[in-house]
């Protein structure tokens, strides 16, 4: 990924995590705990990309893992947000902003459903079945619940600041203006083999050979015109 794009997704996933961690865990809500790293990682793969999106989710994920009061195998919620951060960010569209909100709520949607449906699978696979205590119904509805009430405030917010370090990133290196690339051009053309500044030396030296061969010829007519007119005069003269 680009410094930027790590500059900016480290510190929000690090804070999304302490706030997950320390203040919506404490709340006690009933069903799932508010995923708020989960959208996080949408904000950020729905403006970065499939690429970035499976990056962040991974290391956003295995975060997760290791922060304490961690009861689960590490690397467990790394495997979910992996994959849930690939295929959010495959539906980033050719032009990089999404015309409307619709997508981006309905990815929010099968978001909290998909991650739900694959940490509570892939925990029955190493022997979790506290999902089966719980209920996956409850947690599928508390969970899509929470995150829905929560991404009006958090995925905007985060689509925004990607999208401005973007920006800035584009104007930093120079791609983003036509009159940059068409600067680069013409100096490449003047710089390649010479052959402007051959074919500009070239034109002078013949205007220059063009003149004297222009004078040598006027002088030799105005000679010859001359000699013409002394020729007639001394004609009269006899």
Not at 9 to 38: C, I, T
Not at 112 to 117: F, R
Request: charged share 15%.
């Amino acid at each position: 990924m680009r410094i930027n794009r790590i500059l900016l997704s480290a510190p929000l996933v690090v804070v999304a995590l302490v706030l997950q961690v320390g203040v919506l865990a404490r709340l006690q809500l009933p069903g799932a705990v508010p995923d708020l790293l989960l959208l996080v990682v949408l904000g950020l793969a729905l403006v970065y990309g499939h690429v970035a999106g499976s990056l962040i989710g991974f290391f956003g994920g295995l975060l997760a893992d290791l922060a304490p009061p961690s009861d689960h195998a590490i690397g467990r919620y790394a495997l979910v947000l992996c994959v849930i951060g690939y295929i959010a960010g495959l539906t980033k569209p050719d032009t990089g902003q999404h015309r409307s909100a619709t997508l981006p709520l309905m990815v929010v949607i099968g978001a909290a459903i998909g991650s739900t449906l694959m940490y509570a699978g892939v925990g029955s696979l190493v022997g979790d079945t506290a999902a089966r205590h719980v209920g996956v119904l409850g947690l599928l509805l508390s969970a899509t619940f929470y995150d829905l009430l929560l991404a009006p405030f958090t995925v905007p917010l985060v689509m925004a600041l990607a999208r401005r370090t973007e920006h800035e990133s584009v104007i930093g290196d120079g791609t983003g203006s036509p009159s940059g690339t068409a600067t680069r051009d013409t100096a490449y053309g003047w710089l390649h083999t010479g052959t402007g500044l051959k074919s500009s030396r070239g034109a002078m030296k013949s205007l220059r050979t063009g003149t004297r061969i222009g004078s040598q010829r006027g002088g030799l007519l105005g000679k010859s015109s001359r000699d013409k007119a002394g020729r007639i005069k001394g004609v009269k003269r006899l």
